[in-house]
């Protein structure tokens, strides 16, 4: 996994304390990731999609949440995001924060989050390269807009759940 060492220097370059572990955070599988000390980012998982000309590396930052989670998924449309099918208010409350919306328009980012209620994560998605040969890289502002869309998850009253 070379990748992921490469992503974990990185990471620890930019202050973060970040170190690469066995085990999955769905404990489905005994993959690599890189465990995060001292953040609401609790894991980071490196996939690789698509094929040949068109593959691209996402990173999946999983932020532990011990509430009942509703399984829902948002994206960033630039400044504003869409979806949040459940109305948990979670894509207002992040086009709320301009800091959020100007990270993702200077880097050109197309983000993600979407819930795992069943393992209680919510998942922070990023493409991190558009072709295959470049190797996958988190910038400080990156990084800085993943821990504020963390804090906000973790920060946004739920909706009680009916049953």
């Known amino acids: 996994m070379i990748k992921l060492g490469e992503l974990c220097t990185d990471l ?12 999955d955070p769905t404990g489905k599988g005994h993959l690599q990731v890189i465990s995060i000390v001292q953040s609401p980012i609790r894991w980071i998982k490196l996939t690789g999609v ?3 000309d068109d593959f691209e590396w996402v990173v999946e930052c999983w932020i532990r949440d011990s509430r009942s989670l509703p399984r ?3 994206r960033s449309g ?4 869409e979806g949040d099918y459940q109305e948990t208010g979670i894509a207002q409350h992040l086009s709320n924060d301009r800091a959020i919306g100007n990270a ?4 050109g980012d197309s983000v993600k989050v979407r819930t795992s ?14 072709k295959w040969w470049h190797r996958p890289v988190i910038k400080q502002e990156q990084w800085d ?3 504020r869309i963390a804090a906000h998850l973790l920060e946004t009253p739920m909706p009680v759940q009916r049953q």
């Open 117 to 130: 209620p069943k393992n209680g994560y919510w998942i922070i998605l990023d493409s991190l390269t558009p």
């Open 72 to 74: 829902t998924e948002i």
């Open 145 to 147: 807009c993943y821990e």
């Open 104 to 107: 993702i328009l200077e880097t």
């Open 12 to 23: 620890r370059a930019l202050g973060v304390n970040a170190r690469i572990t066995e085990g």
């Open 78 to 81: 630039g400044v504003r995001w």
């Open 50 to 52: 698509g094929l040949s």
